[in-house]
């Protein structure tokens, strides 16, 4: 079956530090992969997405990379803000858009000022 | 735009009582719609989702149950609440054909 396998954290940064979050998948076939961002308390927002091999994702600084080689969608911002501090979620579909999203289970990064 | 509701925010009950979640999606039509929840310290879970009225499939059992009374409409049900149930409860909707979902702000479910 699918899955994703993230690093789980919590990751602590520095502001203005270089953020990678790694993110691994297993699935049949050629899934859409997205990163997700959760602020405390709220629900999940799409921060960015990739649907075919090479394709990179960007929004708000970050950016991740769809690479069918090594089954990877690492997220990557150059400078991070405290703002940025939230959980992580990467996530692949490979049912067609109908059955529902394969969640890592998140990774909480913390950005100190 | 397209928005997305889900109530109550939060929600406090005892083991045995009844539940109900509602999710309304608001500027779309015939959107796929989806339940999922998400416990303390782990990703999140697909419990139900649906393509059309009256059309629900489960991903895991559980006590839980699902209804689409109409095309924007999604309900969350139990019967009789477990300790097991306190999470928080999120709603999905996507359009067929496309991968990405949208998600409400969820509900806090604490079972005592």
């Known amino acids: 079956g699918n899955s994703v396998t993230q690093m789980e954290g919590p990751v602590t940064l520095s502001e203005e530090a270089f953020l990678t979050i790694n993110c691994t998948y297993t699935?049949?076939?050629?899934?859409?992969l997205f990163w997700y961002v959760q602020y405390p308390g709220e629900g999940l927002q799409l921060l960015l997405k990739?649907?075919?091999?090479?394709d990179k994702g960007s929004n708000k600084g970050f950016e991740a990379t769809y690479r069918k080689e090594t089954t990877s969608f690492h997220l990557e911002k150059g400078s991070v803000q405290v703002s940025d501090s939230a959980v992580y979620f990467c996530?692949?579909?490979?049912?067609?858009?109908?059955?529902?999203?394969?969640f890592g289970k998140g990774t909480h990064l913390i950005i100190q000022p | 735009s397209q928005t997305i509701h889900q109530w109550p925010a939060t929600l406090v009950q005892p083991v045995g009582s009844p539940l109900s979640l509602e999710c309304t999606v608001e500027?779309?039509?015939?959107?796929?719609l989806y339940w999922y929840r998400q416990a303390a310290g782990r990703g999140l879970q697909l419990l139900f989702y649906?393509?059309?009225?009256?059309?629900i499939s489960s991903e895991v059992p559980q006590n839980l149950s699902a209804s689409r009374p109409q095309d924007r409409q999604f309900i969350l049900s139990s019967k009789k609440l477990l300790l097991s149930d306190s999470g928080f409860y999120l709603c999905?909707?996507?359009?067929?054909?496309?991968?990405?979902?949208?998600f409400g702000p969820g509900t806090r479910l604490t079972v005592t």
């Open positions: 500027g779309t039509s015939n959107p796929n």
């Open positions: 699935a049949t076939g050629y899934p859409s």
């Open positions: 649906s393509v059309g009225i009256g059309q």
């Open positions: 990739a649907t075919k091999a090479d």
């Open positions: 999905a909707w996507s359009l067929w054909g496309q991968y990405e979902q949208y």
């Open positions: 996530a692949l579909d490979s049912g067609g858009g109908a059955d529902g999203l394969t």
